[in-house]
């Protein structure tokens, strides 16, 4: 198994552009985040899905769109990139819980550089 | 308003010697906490986590302790060894229905040989 993969690893955008972060998982899991990590500082929740066809907002979702067409993927669009948009995403996922397991499984992240 | 918190951003400790990680958090609805460890351009890896039912939870040299009425949690490790260095980030889980996490600002260890 891949488990969590993302692409790109590493990517610059110009101010206004817009692009698609990646995330395909192959574990079956029901349940997906999109993160945030700005330096110095912890993950925040973008948006999630708890199932195909099922996204919700989290701590930080202005300024971004995602979907949730299959089990597998999960991409997050950024639609007008800012400044303020560079950071480094993280995509997780995790099973439906059975006995309280919270575990969540993540990618190697995305770093983005907006100009 | 960071309702998880590791205060010290930083932790030296010599090889073979205990490492301890703090972390406070301030929502008393949060039922499950867990600590990740990451490596330089690596995603997040679980390490160990701790029900609030529970006050510690072991797994090899590494042990989390919970002290629910001071809203506190450690992670202990011993012995240290160099492949320990990394960021180590502690998280919290909800009772919503997505059982989102809220992580800590993270605490960086370093082993010294």
């Known amino acids: 198994n891949a488990g969590v993969t993302q692409t790109p690893k590493f990517r610059i955008l110009k101010i206004g552009q817009s692009m698609t972060l990646q995330c395909t998982q192959d574990m079956n899991h029901n349940y997906m985040y999109w993160y945030r990590q700005d330096p110095g500082m912890g993950l925040k929740l973008i948006y999630y899905?708890?199932?195909?066809?099922?996204?919700d907002k989290g701590e930080v979702p202005n300024g971004y769109n995602v979907s949730r067409s299959t089990t597998e993927d999960f991409p997050l669009r950024l639609e007008l990139a800012a400044p303020s948009q560079t950071s480094v995403y993280f995509c997780a996922s995790r099973r439906t819980p059975a006995g309280g397991e919270e575990t969540q499984y993540f990618g190697p992240g995305t770093r983005l550089l907006v100009l | 308003d960071q309702q998880v918190k590791q205060n010290s951003p930083s932790l030296s400790v010599q090889e073979g010697r205990i490492s301890i990680l703090n972390c406070d958090y301030t929502n008393s609805m949060f039922d499950y906490f867990l600590w990740y460890k990451k490596y330089p351009a690596e995603g997040p890896t679980f390490l160990i986590s701790?029900?609030?039912?529970?006050d510690k939870n072991e797994d090899g040299r590494f042990t989390v302790f919970l002290n629910k009425s001071a809203k506190h949690l450690s992670l202990h490790i011993v012995p240290s060894q160099p492949g320990d260095s990394a960021v180590y980030f502690c998280a919290a889980s909800d009772e919503t229905g997505a059982n989102n996490l809220f992580f800590g600002t993270g605490t960086r260890l370093t082993v010294i040989p």
């Open positions: 701790i029900s609030s039912i529970k």
């Open positions: 899905s708890v199932g195909a066809g099922i996204t």
